[in-house]
């Protein structure tokens, strides 16, 4: 039933995966998409109704697990069942004929084999109160893995729920040179779990010193492929004397108190100088620019709030720039070899003094006038390192001061991590147990001319047969007279 | 500054060996089928001559094995990796595991019944992997270069292939038992019915397949493990409901319910067998349509 309700996860975008997809489904189905929002199909994985089913696969499973075990308890300390009256209906049965010597010491010989051979057993006397048969049983492991299979998995449901609450995660973008502190406000985006509170956050600074990346430049077939992103970084935990630097990687993060850094992004963050008319610096820095392609051309946006009158930039980057046939430029390599800067202008109001939040990397040009580039009459800016232009009208100058890297940090914390591995190894030794140990009784038993054997397997036993062979074998080496039933 | 030595000349001489592989395969297929039609023959006379292209087929898949096989080992070389870093290295590599399997396990056991099928299958996975998946080799992106690439897929490639032929088993296993099949008066479907009967009796083939699914579902509860624990370390998080994670989840569930109808009685046969060929139905749909058409950071098909 989880597996069903899973599905529509996978069709329909989720927010917490692609919340771009969500907003892209909802401008192309505007009448669907706030039906299936209705029914949660957007966060199915935080549906009520997906918990729902969560809660009830764990309360069933408690309630088939619990009595399971008790039984099973019972069953390890009690004694094989009673030899039936008829063996003859089992599925797999011999008959074998023997003296009366043989007969005398057959039922103390296949106990003591069977024993041996690891089952647990009893004898069981006859009318005549000697022995008259042997009842044994053996894999009681199936069971046992079987029930640490599910109640592992119980574990799995507890670790994931509680390792989520406790869990949190942030995200943060560090240009080369800059550093942040872990609390919530060191973040640009962070996500709590339910259960999460501040102080939960270790205090320790991290900076991000250099960022390196190696590109293939050897093979003709794939140039330009990323080969290895390493972030240099000093961490600075609180009450600790010396700082620590490290690398963090692509599969190698930074285990800091408390925490995980991981690297999970990078791209070129351009330095811009931009002045007014009469020389005074209106906005300078390292702007994360995003990339969009493979081959890093990538898109920043800058925000001036602070000159006379308020303008953005919508700004694109060509690390290695070449243009097409149409005219359009292209990024033909991804290391910084020929990098070239292009900038639209728009003036008006920015929309940052009304103080909802606003998306650093997006300008809503919705209520701003373009002036340079697109459809304006005013050409966009081209910039190279080093070079100033002008802005048009009285916008002020703009220059390329140079070029940085930046790198996407996350910083994760899930305790529950740990807990869940350990118990889902052990729903896998358990199933796996479950799956290949056979359990089985065997009965010896003795008949008018000589004695009986047979055996029962509990699920699939392919070797039935071949196991009462083999002990016939070994109690009577000669002549076996094989009954075999269907 | 790392640097890594790809050799595109030599996956090309590798993609010649999995083409020349394609045509033995074809060639045993066809031996197969061309014994199934002659088994299936009212004259004695013809069929007593069957066993002989059967044997055939066998050292023809043989054949075809260690010319797939060479393709595999040149492809790893080639790249200087483990060859399953994208679908097509997924593909020729779980194919090359499935023929070996299966001549394994006929050493042991007598599954010819299925060999048809191995080969048929086999033909059509490096048809697909050629035309479709072929990409030339390329270096591992940074997400990829972890040991766990060793480990998680080879392990998913190995219970792909286990639940292939248990999958296969369970096709038979469904013909075998269908009642149409017993009761049509059409002659095809006559020469197919003597041909069914043939086959190993019905418990034989249920219990055959189950072995098969049950080494590959714990194989593939470990892929979901190993593919776990992995993506704690590469995309900081060992559970995002990811598309591809969603549907290993999905594949597990319906293979832990196929588990529990044999379990409980009642529920094994017919009703069991439909749940393995479901199984393999969603893992070839998680392959190839979540793979190619759904959005997730599960994308290695190296395709553009
Ligand atoms: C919980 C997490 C994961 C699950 C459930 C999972 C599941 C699977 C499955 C079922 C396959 C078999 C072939 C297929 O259907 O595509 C597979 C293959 C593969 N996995 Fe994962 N995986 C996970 C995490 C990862 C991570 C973190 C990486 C690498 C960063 C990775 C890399 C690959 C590659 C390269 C293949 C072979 C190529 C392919 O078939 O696309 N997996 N995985």
């Known amino acids: 039933m989880l597996a069903v309700a899973a599905v529509p996860g996978s069709v329909f975008p989720q927010r917490s995966a692609d919340p771009n997809g969500v907003t892209a489904y909802f401008d192309g189905n505007p009448q669907l998409a706030p039906i299936l929002d209705a029914v949660q199909l957007f966060d199915v994985y935080t549906s009520a109704w997906f918990s729902a089913i969560y809660i009830l696969l764990f309360i069933s499973l408690i309630g088939c697990v619990l009595p399971r075990t008790a039984v099973h308890f019972k069953a390890l300390r009690s004694a094989p069942v009673d030899t039936p009256r008829s ?4 599925p797999a049965h011999l008959e074998i004929k023997a003296s009366a010597k043989t007969r005398e010491s057959v039922i103390e010989a296949s106990a003591a084999l069977l024993k041996r051979q690891g089952y647990r057993i009893q004898i069981q006397p006859g009318l005549d109160d000697t ?20 109640l592992s998995l119980i574990g799995v ?10 869990s949190y995660s942030g995200q943060r973008v560090l240009v080369e040179g800059e550093s942040f502190v872990n609390n919530l406000a060191g973040f640009d985006s962070f996500s709590p779990g339910t259960f999460f509170t501040e102080d939960k956050l270790v205090p320790f600074s991290v900076s991000l010193d250099k960022f390196e990346v190696d590109f293939d430049l050897q093979n003709q077939s794939n140039i330009g492929t990323p080969l290895d992103f390493r972030a240099f970084v000093t961490s600075q935990v609180v009450g600790e004397t010396a700082p620590r630097t490290a690398v963090i990687r692509v599969n190698e993060p930074l285990e800091l108190p408390g925490s995980k850094l991981y690297l999970t992004g990078n791209g070129y963050a351009p330095q811009l100088t931009i002045r007014d008319p009469e020389g005074n610096i209106t906005y300078q820095g390292a702007t994360p620019f995003l990339p969009q392609s493979a081959k890093y051309t990538s898109l920043g946006v800058i925000k001036v709030p602070d000159a006379k009158q308020q303008f953005g930039l919508i700004a694109f980057f060509y690390p290695t720039v070449a243009e097409l046939e149409t005219g359009a430029l292209t990024s033909l390599y991804p290391a910084p070899y020929d990098p070239l800067l292009t900038m639209n202008v728009y003036v008006g109001d920015l929309g940052i003094d009304g103080g909802a939040p606003k998306n650093v990397y997006a300008l809503d040009t919705s209520s701003m006038k373009q ?14 390192v080093g070079q100033t232009v002008k802005l048009p009208g009285e916008l002020g100058t703009v220059t390329f001061d140079g070029l940085k890297r930046f790198a996407s940090l996350d910083v994760s914390y899930n305790p529950g991590g740990l807990w869940v591995l350990v118990f889902s190894l052990l729903a896998l030794a358990g199933v796996t147990t479950s799956l290949l140990v056979p359990r089985r009784r065997v009965w010896v038993k003795l008949a008018d001319e000589g004695f009986e054997l047979a055996a029962l397997a509990r699920g699939d036993d392919p070797t039935l047969e071949k196991v009462l062979g ?13 009954e075999s039933k269907a | 500054m790392t640097s890594i030595a790809l050799n595109p000349e030599l996956a090309g001489i590798s993609r010649l060996f999995i083409q020349a592989a394609m045509l033995v395969y074809t060639a045993a297929f066809l031996s197969f089928a061309f014994h199934l039609s002659k088994l299936a023959s009212t004259k004695k006379a013809v069929r007593s001559s069957a066993s002989k292209l059967e044997r055939a087929g066998i050292v023809l898949l043989a054949i075809a094995a260690v010319i797939h096989g060479a393709g595999v080992v040149l492809r790893g070389i080639s790249a200087s990796r483990v060859p399953w870093a994208n679908m097509y290295e997924f593909s020729i590599t779980g194919s090359f595991v499935v023929v070996s399997i299966f001549l394994l396990a006929l050493a042991i056991k007598d599954i010819r019944l299925i060999a048809t099928f191995v080969a048929g299958f086999n033909l059509l996975i490096l048809g697909t992997a050629d035309t479709v998946f072929w990409v030339n080799v390329k270096s591992l992106m940074p997400a990829l270069q972890s040991y766990w690439l060793v480990i998680h897929v080879l392990v998913a490639v190995l219970a792909t292939a286990f639940f292939n032929i248990g999958a296969a088993l369970a096709i038979a296993y469904i013909f075998k038992t269908a009642k149409w099949v017993e009761k049509s008066k059409l002659k095809m479907v ?3 019915r003597r041909i069914l009967a043939l086959f190993p009796n019905e418990d034989k083939m249920e219990r055959l397949s189950y072995r098969f699914n049950i080494i590959g579902f714990i194989l593939w509860s470990f892929t979901l493990i190993a593919g776990a624990i992995w993506a704690e370390r590469a995309w900081h998080r060992y559970w995002g409901w990811d598309t591809k994670e969603v549907w290993t989840f999905i594949i597990w569930t319906i293979y832990a319910g196929y588990l529990h109808a044999n379990a409980t009685r009642g529920w094994s046969g017919k009703r069991s067998a439909w749940l393995a060929i479901v199984g393999f139905v969603a893992i070839l749909f998680n392959f190839t349509v979540v793979n190619l058409f759904f959005k997730g950071l599960h994308v290695y098909s190296g395709l553009k």
């Open chain 1, 87 to 90: 063996l003859s209906r089992m």
């Open chain 2, 190 to 192: 006559a020469t197919f």
């Open chain 1, 131 to 150: 022995p008259a048969s042997v009842s044994a049983e053996r894999g009681y492991l199936r069971e046992t893995g079987n029930l640490v299979f599910h």
């Open chain 1, 470 to 482: 083999d002990l016939a074998r070994e109690l009577k080496p000669k002549s076996i007279k094989k």
């Open chain 1, 157 to 166: 449901l507890i670790a994931v729920g509680f390792g989520g609450g406790l």
């Open chain 1, 371 to 384: 002036v340079a580039g697109g459809k304006s009459g005013v050409k966009g800016l081209k910039l190279q």
